[in-house]
């Protein structure tokens, strides 16, 4: 038997890497369109230098919008899904989904 | 509101790779428990190098068993998931769905 009859999806390498699978997944399942960095950091267990180099990877593929401000004197950075970092998203997780029931289909 | 209320699992680092994940899904979701090299490259559409390096780690994880051996005078390779490896991808699988929960949960 050949592959063909099982199609693996080749996931988007930018979303799979782990600790950005893991922000995406954050910054999806929260109430709030906008999560503070800080918030991100603590909720994750990331370094502050990780975090950064993270998000500037996912603002570059246009999945992420980051928005710098103050909250009285203390700079506050807000990060929000961007429409095209929840449609990739989606697309992700619906061929991770797929890939599970692969997975599983023979348990 | 902090990240407690929502755990975003770790996922294992040596399943969690793209190519080792589609190596293992493609294993778990055949019919039968052997699978050729061949196959598996010619399902994967992966280059016989990269596959033999992701199947050394996997190898080394315990998650899968190669059996060398000839069919007729042809080498050929058997490529197999353990004990092992079933049950880390399980856990995989598990944690993997709990992130798809949480990142559709708002959905």
Redesign the interface.
């Known amino acids: 038997?050949?592959?063909?009859e099982?199609q693996?999806p080749d996931?988007d390498?930018v979303i799979?890497e782990?600790a950005r699978?893991?922000i995406?997944?954050?910054l999806?399942?929260?109430?709030?369109s906008e999560t503070g960095f800080t918030?991100?950091k603590?909720?994750?267990g990331m370094t502050a230098g990780n975090l950064s180099a993270q998000l500037s990877t996912l603002e570059e593929a246009g999945y992420i919008a980051l928005r710098k401000t103050f909250i009285g004197k203390k700079p506050f950075t807000g990060v929000s899904l961007t429409l095209s970092g929840d449609k990739a998203?989606e697309q992700y997780?619906d061929e991770?989904?797929s890939?599970?029931a692969?997975?599983?289909?023979?348990?």
């Open positions: 038997m050949g592959g063909n099982r693996i996931l390498k799979h782990r699978l893991r995406l997944v954050f999806a399942s929260s109430a709030e918030d991100l603590s909720g994750l998203l997780l991770m989904e890939m599970l692969a997975a599983r289909g023979r348990r």
